[in-house]
């Protein structure tokens, strides 16, 4: 099984993620290219300072996805309420007009969706982990037959 595999000084690891965040009750705030170019930028900015790196960024009219990968030692709920403050702030300041459509001050969903996502589909994955118990079974069975 090869990976594409980052390294860092004590570990190796390939991590990536999928994020889904909405906005607060489904409103469809990202339907002005303008704004979605904005959320983009922001969130690019901010998952700099995270080193992050960003594999997709892509919007509907009331939630956007993110791909991306990183380092172990990122913190990952610092990560998603900085990328949900700042750009709910932002969006909020830069287009004023938007405050119409959304419910109080609220832009995002208090919930979101994050899952780990792979080189390789979980039902593969298991079988590697299976069959590494039958290789150390094998090599027993050789060692004792010797």
Not at 41 to 68: A, G, P, W, Y
Not at 110 to 116: D, E, G, L, W
Request: hydrophobic share 35%; with cysteine; aromatic share 12%.
């Amino acid at each position: 099984m090869l990976y594409d595999l980052d390294k860092a000084s004590h570990s190796v690891y390939s991590l990536h993620y999928h994020f889904v965040q909405c906005v607060k009750y489904r409103r469809k705030v990202l339907d002005n290219q303008n704004i979605v170019d904005f959320l983009k930028m922001k969130i690019r900015q901010i998952s700099d300072t995270f080193e992050v790196d960003i594999v997709n960024i892509e919007c509907d009219k009331d939630h956007f996805h993110l791909l991306f990968t990183t380092k172990p030692t990122l913190n990952l709920p610092k990560y998603i309420n900085t990328i949900k403050t700042i750009t709910s702030r932002e969006i909020r300041k830069n287009y004023p007009g938007i405050k119409t459509m959304l419910w109080k001050d609220t832009f995002w969903s208090r919930s979101y969706f994050i899952a780990t996502t792979g080189q390789v589909t979980l039902d593969v994955l298991k079988q590697y982990v299976d069959n590494q118990g039958k290789h150390a079974t094998d090599e027993e069975d050789q060692n004792t037959s010797n």
